[in-house]
């Protein structure tokens, strides 16, 4: 064996066993994120609380990782808005949509404004999470609902957080979700949930976790430039 096929071949041992390490990696990750929220669901309770309450403990939860971005969070939510809901679930859903506004829809050197306002309709509350950043075209819409769907896959994306944004919503806590969003034009997710669930609405923590229906869409805003982002990896 000559000298150079000996280099070439631990070259591709080193290559081959630095992938298996970050797949290892990616592994562990994923565990602990579906540890997350198995330990979410097993300490889930249902009760009364007030919309603004449950709102407040998050946010302050989210204020020592936020404080490293140049971005605002603005929040709006009444006092007095009674829910008989899943407090838990309300709480993981806006963690993750705030989280994926700092995370993906500014860029490098901006300074985005993420606003969380909330009202009532009836017997319903509508939470709307609205950034001013980059936007999303129409395919990313779509795709974004998909479990490991990621446009930051390697670099600490795991791509769960809108599948099980997706699922809480709509199973857990009995309500339904639109996304808004166009390229340059920013985002916005749009939750209705029933103030109270009723018994056919309440499927409590034993839903299964599906993949999306994909049935949030709503008609995206304005006029679409083709898909930037490309498709997962
Ligand atoms: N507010 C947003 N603005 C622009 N793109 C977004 C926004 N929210 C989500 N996305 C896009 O949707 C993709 C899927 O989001 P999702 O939360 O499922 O995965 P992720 O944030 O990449 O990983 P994680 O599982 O760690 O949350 C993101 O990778 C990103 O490309
Ligand atoms: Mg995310």
Redesign the pocket.
């Known amino acids: 064996m000559r000298r150079s096929e000996l280099a070439t071949f631990l070259q591709e041992m080193l290559e081959g066993s630095q992938l298996v390490e970050r797949n290892l990696h990616r592994a562990v990750e994923l565990m602990r994120?579906f540890k997350q929220v198995a330990a979410d669901q097993a300490s889930e309770q249902r009760r009364l609380f007030d919309l603004a309450d449950v709102v407040r403990e998050v946010t302050d939860t989210l204020k020592p990782s936020l404080k490293r971005y140049p971005h605002a969070l603005v929040v709006d939510v009444p006092g007095k808005i009674t829910m008989d809901s899943y407090p838990g679930a309300l709480g993981q859903v806006i963690i993750?949509l705030v989280?994926?506004?700092y995370?993906?829809?500014f860029e490098e050197g901006s300074h985005g404004t993420v606003k969380l306002t909330a009202h009532q309709e009836h017997d319903r509350v509508v939470i709307e999470l609205r950034?001013d950043?980059?936007?999303?075209t129409e395919a990313?819409q779509e795709q974004?609902?998909l479990p490991f769907?990621?446009?930051?896959?390697g670099r600490?994306?795991?791509?769960?957080?809108?599948?099980i944004?997706d699922n809480l919503v709509k199973k857990t806590l009995g309500g339904n979700l639109h996304v808004q969003?166009a390229p340059g034009e920013g985002?916005v997710f749009r939750l209705e949930l029933p103030l109270v669930m009723t018994r056919t609405e309440d499927v409590g923590f034993n839903a299964h976790f599906q993949p999306s229906d994909r049935s949030h869409k709503k008609a995206a805003l304005g006029c679409h430039l083709g898909n930037g982002?490309g498709s997962a990896p």
């Open positions: 994120n993750n989280n994926n506004a995370l993906h829809a950034d950043g980059v936007g999303m990313m974004m609902f769907f990621s446009t930051k896959i600490g994306g795991t791509g769960l957080g809108m599948s944004v969003s985002s982002f």
